[in-house]
């Protein structure tokens, strides 16, 4: 039984501290605990808000999971130290001036309490060397804790503001519109684009490294890493596949690299988050929209970016080459994050569905074929 309890005490506290060392450290691994506390916290309160009906208790999702990772990793490191103490409570010196209770299991709670907030009585203190010890490593490790939680909020709440601030300046820009993206990318020049394509990056790249960006979500959909991506989605689709190339030569420059950005972002998210998969590597198939629908989605992007005066690329009968594909998983992928953050979704090269309704956005019926089966 020592060697159990020692074991499953050692095995925890080796959880906790590595989760902590890879939320923090690791550009791009996420903690093990961590995760799996966002997933089920943000799984909570999504549920809450839909009974209640009310979505700004989506605000309250991701400051719910920092605070739920806090207590995860303090409560992790107290039972897996009280865990090691339990089977030598006996070997403590115990102040014979204070009452106790039996030496078993609160005891041993008691006695790593004490340590883990460094609070140090004096009443019970460790009788051998191992045993002190392990007390001197509990006090470290819970200070470690309390300095990471903060480190982790100087870290992440920065972050979770640009974001809120990239995506207003873009809907602000009108970027969920067709027609004003093609004015951005005329007016705007190659320094905007870059700027864009600089930004979805770093999106990508920091919500790797802290996962639980995905989970801050804002009570205005305008502020909303959904307005980013589809944003960026959006823009991509007039360089790619709108805008005369020889009119606008920089489309044709940044088009293809804002492309295949986006893919990598939306392969990313597919894995992390959406839906809550978690498998490194797994892919959805994304079956394509009808071609019927895909034609009138094209004869949407051409119009708007004639009428906002620029040049349309050129025409033919076929659809152009990746416009299918590309569209009719940015359609699905959209559809999937719009569900899962309760926004209204509007379909790819139509109405943006940016709104401030309560109610629960469902998945719309031009986007439930190409929408993939969840898992």
Same mark, same amino acid.
Not at 211 to 229: A, K, Q, V
Not at 334 to 358: F, M, T, V
């Given at each position: ?179 004003? &993206?093609? !004015? %951005? $990318? *005329? ?6 684009? @870059? ?6 990056? =770093?999106? #990508? ?89 895909? &034609?009138? !989605? %094209? $004869? *949407? ?6 009428? @906002? ?6 025409? =033919?009968? #076929? ?57």
């Amino acid at each position: 039984m020592t060697v159990l309890l020692v074991g499953i005490g050692t095995a925890m506290f080796v959880l906790v501290v590595s989760d902590i060392l890879l939320t923090l450290l690791h550009p791009s691994a996420r903690g093990p605990l961590s995760y799996r506390v966002n997933r089920l916290t943000w799984l909570a309160v999504r549920r809450v808000s839909i009974l209640l009906r009310s979505r700004w208790l989506l605000t309250y999702a991701g400051p719910t999971a920092f605070g739920m990772n806090f207590f995860a990793w303090v409560l992790g490191l107290w039972v897996a130290f009280a865990l090691i103490y339990l089977p030598f409570i006996d070997s403590f010196s115990y102040d014979r001036a204070t009452p106790f209770g039996t030496h078993g299991l609160i005891e041993a709670l008691y006695v790593s309490g004490t340590a883990i907030t460094t609070v140090g009585f004096g009443d019970v203190v460790p009788a051998t060397d191992v045993l002190r010890m392990a007390i001197i490593l509990e006090s470290a490790s819970g200070f470690g804790a309390f300095t990471a939680a903060v480190t982790y909020a100087l870290s992440v709440y920065p972050l979770v503001t640009a974001i809120r601030s990239a995506a207003v300046r873009l809907a602000d820009l009108g970027m969920l519109d067709p027609g004003a &993206a093609a !004015r %951005l $990318a *005329v007016e705007g020049g190659a320094t905007e684009m @870059a700027a864009l394509h600089r930004g979805l990056i =770093d999106n #990508d790249e920091n919500t790797k490294r802290f996962p639980i960006l995905y989970y801050f979500e804002s009570g205005d959909p305008s502020e909303s890493t959904y307005t980013l991506l589809r944003s960026g989605l959006v823009m991509c689709i007039v360089l790619r596949w709108g805008v005369s190339h020889p009119a606008v030569p920089h489309a044709g420059f940044y088009g293809p690299p804002l492309e295949t950005t986006l893919r990598r972002l939306m392969d990313d998210y597919e894995t992390q988050f959406v839906g809550g998969r978690s498998r490194r590597g797994h892919r959805d198939e994304h079956p394509l929209l009808e071609s019927d629908d895909l &034609a009138d !989605r %094209l $004869a *949407v992007l051409r119009s708007g970016v004639s009428d @906002a005066g620029v040049e349309v690329a050129e025409e =033919d009968d #076929d659809l152009p080459e990746g416009f299918a594909s590309f569209v009719s998983r940015a359609e699905a992928f959209l559809d999937r994050i719009a569900y899962e953050h309760r926004n209204r979704h509007g379909p790819l090269l139509g109405r943006s569905g940016i709104s401030r309704s309560e109610d629960a956005a469902r998945p719309t019926a031009a986007t439930a074929r190409a929408a993939p089966r969840e898992r």
